[in-house]
């Protein structure tokens, strides 16, 4: 259990130092716009859902209606359908780790399980609940920290919600240099440019995962014969 620990912990460090300054960063909004301690750690603990947070403190001060609150959370948080999918299989046999598993696939937690294998032969289903549980708890000390630094420290809070555009350049080019097959990266990249320039910075989202989806089912056969 301790090396498995270990591993864990070794192996999400690089998430910690990126959830720790996002949260700390939707700490910080949060408190600035009315929602203190308890309300920001409810949501870090209980919604977890990184950039739809930020999003919602918006939805939360403009008095969005729960149509409104609930297709923006679809067009947020869609691209969680596609890679979701891909964990059946390896989360199948999880038995009482899978109800947690399923709740704690963030962007993150995904790229250091998506192998559907747990590290040095160690069980995978442990593996994975120890990795999404740590990530979850630097995301919750960040909130935590932000909300304090809020409240003591008073400056200016414009582009501070830039954080979590910047984790997610910082894990694809992560996951750029660990393999060798660029395709599914490629592919991902000319089909958010090309949504993008249709559809606009509002409505691009939902038709660029599907766009992905499809290029990724139809071209599986050549992606994984490279990869081969």
């Known amino acids: 259990m301790k090396k ?22 939707f700490g910080i909004i949060s408190e600035k716009n009315g929602y203190g301690l308890l309300w920001a750690l409810a949501m870090s603990l209980f919604v977890y859902a990184g950039s739809m947070q930020y999003v919602m403190i918006s939805l939360l001060t403009s008095g969005a209606s729960i149509i409104t609150t609930a297709l923006t959370t679809l067009m947020v948080n869609a691209r969680h359908l596609f890679y979701g999918v891909s964990m059946i299989e390896p989360y199948k046999k ?9 709740f704690g696939l963030t962007d ?19 593996y994975s609940f120890f990795v999404s549980l740590f990530n979850h708890m630097y995301w ?32 694809f080019v992560e996951q750029w240099k660990s393999t060798k097959n660029h395709i599914p990266a490629i592919i991902g990249v000319v089909a958010s440019v090309i949504c993008l320039m249709i559809f ?9 995962m599907i766009l992905i989806g499809l290029s990724l089912s139809l071209g599986r056969r050549f992606i994984d014969k490279e990869e081969a």
Do not use: Q
């Open 200 to 208: 606009g910075s509002d409505n691009f989202l939902i038709p660029t």
């Open 108 to 126: 993150e937690t995904y790229s250091l399980v998506c192998s559907g294998k747990g590290p040095d032969g160690l069980n995978f289903h442990k």
């Open 140 to 171: 919750i000390t960040g909130t935590l920290l932000g909300v304090l630094a809020g409240t003591i420290i008073k400056f200016n809070t414009a582009g501070v919600d830039f954080a979590m555009t910047a984790l997610f350049i910082t894990v």
């Open 4 to 25: 498995l620990i270990k591993t864990a912990i070794i192996k999400t460090l690089p998430v910690m130092a990126g959830y720790i300054v996002l949260g700390f960063g």
């Open 94 to 102: 999880a038995g009482k780790f899978k109800p947690y598993l399923i």
